[in-house]
């Protein structure tokens, strides 16, 4: 069986390295990571007295991990002003909080090789539960300045409306 319907010819599964992260309509820039999309159903295991010596099980409920976003410290301030809307420090009382509007639903597309939208993921009713504005600092080290916020979540779905791309053979020269 195909692992791809409409490029038959693939063999590769899609890489890791070409995606955006959408929020309010718009791409966040420098999203360099973004943590693993994952679900877990609690097993409920049942038995009546006078059944065998096994359990029946059954799916409970469903708890969905929060997810990382890391991004390059920059000037940007949408990390720094999502994370506000859960708690704003010195902001007073009343309004530490924003809660009109302190979740937002995600969108992650991942995309090929050649850069067409492979897959996206609708994730839903996120929310900051926790914001480093800052990484450790250190004069001997050399590496980028990363921040990171991680993402609560109340689940999340592929979005089916996004077709597998058509790849093309390039004509070279």
Known sequence: MAQFSVNAQRFDPYKNFKFRVK???????????VGALKRTTDVVEFREGGDPSTSR??????????ITL???????????????KVWNFGAGLGAEVSLKDFRKDIIIEVYNEAGQLALAYKVFRCWV????ALPDLDASANAIALRH???????????????????QTLNVG
Do not use: C
């Not at 890391?70 to 506000?84: M, N, R």
């Not at 539960?129 to 480093?132: A, G, I, K, P, T």
């Open 149 to 167: 916020i991680k993402l609560e979540n109340e689940g999340w779905v592929q979005d089916i409306e996004v077709p597998e791309p058509s790849e």
């Open 129 to 132: 539960s926790e914001y480093q």
């Open 23 to 33: 929020w309010d309509g718009r791409y966040i820039a420098g999203v360099n990571k």
């Open 57 to 66: 099980k059954s799916p409970g409920k469903t708890k969905y991990e929060a």
């Open 70 to 84: 890391e991004q390059g410290v920059t000037h940007d301030k949408e990390f720094s002003q999502w994370a506000s």
